[in-house]
């Protein structure tokens, strides 16, 4: 059975709600890279990315990661030395924004900043997630939430974006 969330609309509402919030809190676009995590925080990323050059006028630079070996459930660590980091940029000194489309336990995001500082040294790493379903494991908060949620764990929060799915909505499984 499904509940929807999100419609398309509130998505859009919610991207432009989190750029600007992220645009105040990071005057220098210069200084800002909005890296999303594979499989939906990526295109999350560049809409939000879309819009702070809409608001701002100023390209943003954007990048994405895969965090597959830095997982703390694959037992693989000594590829982690191996994998091709996939950040076009030096994030030295920069601003990054992360960006998921769900946060439940935290350890993807612990993953994510994991890659982040074997790619460099930032000076910030800020968090901005879609959906914030609770049941954290670890003490990781986003900076910047769409919405907040309390799910049961036999449940599932299930993000569509246009890009891979066909349509923007999220909904419970």
């Given amino acids: 059975m499904k509940h929807k969330i999100l419609d398309e609309?509130?998505?859009?509402?919610?991207?432009?709600?989190?750029?600007?919030?992220?645009?105040?809190r990071n005057l220098d676009p210069l200084t800002l890279i909005i890296i999303g995590i594979k499989n939906r925080g990526d295109i999350l990323a560049k809409k939000i990315a879309e819009r702070i050059e809409f608001i701002g006028r100023k390209k943003i630079a954007t990048s994405e990661i895969d965090i597959t070996?830095?997982?703390?459930?694959?037992h693989?660590?000594?590829y982690k030395y191996i994998v091709k980091h996939e950040i076009q940029f030096d994030i030295t000194e920069k601003n990054i924004v992360l960006v998921d489309d769900v946060?439940?336990?935290?350890?993807?995001?612990?993953?994510?900043?994991?890659?982040?500082?074997?790619?460099?040294r930032p000076r910030s790493i800020q968090l901005a997630v879609l959906i914030d379903r609770g049941g954290r494991e670890l003490p990781i908060q986003p900076d910047y939430m769409g919405k907040k949620m309390s799910v049961k764990l036999d449940?599932?929060?299930?993000?569509h974006l246009k890009e891979v799915d066909g349509e923007d909505k999220v909904f419970i499984s």
């Fill in 155 to 159: 449940r599932e929060v299930c993000v």
């Fill in 69 to 74: 070996f830095y997982r703390d459930d694959v």
């Fill in 103 to 120: 946060i439940f336990t935290g350890r993807s995001v612990r993953a994510a900043i994991d890659e982040l500082i074997d790619s460099g």
């Fill in 9 to 24: 609309n509130e998505i859009g509402k919610i991207i432009i709600r989190i750029s600007n919030e992220i645009l105040e």
């Fill in 76 to 78: 693989l660590k000594a």
